[in-house]
């Protein structure tokens, strides 16, 4: 299972967040370029819906694939209680036939996004990685050269980090508290909930670029 939030965060203030970043995690930032092909089963299938993404790096000098299952948010009064969502979740590094794999499992093209941005990977208090992308759609099938921003302007920015059922509370606590640095610039919640760009984020942003460089915290 994994942790996550997700927040929105206007293309230019990007470059504060980024500072602000390396100097709260202090590694480098990794390019990223990222095909995501999402998949829904088929009514052959069963009644139970089925949704797997399907993601090329398109970083690597050979492109790399890994198939991602991502399940429900688990439930009770104490996954209610926290500002993280807590969600299963199963990947594995596959072969570039996978597409042709599923699709003779009877699964369909549901939607394709290509994401690029940088990423940031360390730990603090747990193996936590951050994402910021601008989010793109194909006006034709699989061209990525092409694509073109859904939301022009804006950034998505993801937080997640690996779970267990035995450890997810702690987890979900070093999450939340990673987020607060990052609160001047923006605001990070549970998937699906919208909180819009923050309005203090232009002085942050500001602040941040004058300095030229993030506190390491």
């Not at 390019?31 to 949704?51: F, Q, T």
């Not at 050979?62 to 990947?91: F, Y």
Request: net charge negative.
């Amino acid at each position: 299972m994994e942790c996550v939030v997700q927040g929105i965060i206007e293309t230019q203030h990007v470059e504060a967040l980024e500072i602000l970043l390396q100097g709260i995690c202090g590694v480098p930032r990794e390019r990223l370029r990222l095909h995501e092909i999402c998949l829904k089963s088929g009514p052959s299938l069963g009644a139970v819906a089925s949704e797997v993404r399907i993601l090329c790096d398109l970083e690597q000098a050979e492109p790399t694939w890994t198939v991602k299952h991502i399940g429900g948010a688990i439930r009770g009064a104490g996954a209610e209680q926290l500002s993280v969502l807590v969600r299963t979740m199963v990947e594995s590094k596959v072969s570039k036939n996978v597409l042709r794999l599923f699709y003779a499992l009877g699964y369909k093209l549901d939607h394709e996004l290509l994401r690029v941005g940088f990423a940031f990977r360390f730990y603090r208090g747990a193996h936590i990685t951050v994402t910021v992308s601008s989010v793109n759609k194909m006006l034709k099938l699989h061209s990525t050269d092409e694509a073109v921003p859904v939301t022009p302007g804006i950034q998505l920015v993801e937080v997640t980090a690996p779970a267990t059922s035995d450890n997810y509370s702690e987890v979900a606590g070093a999450v939340s508290t990673f987020c607060e640095y990052l609160a001047p610039l923006l605001h990070l919640s549970k998937p699906g909930i919208s909180t819009g760009v923050v309005p203090t984020a232009a002085a942050a942003a500001a602040s941040l670029l004058s300095d030229g460089a993030g506190t390491t915290m």
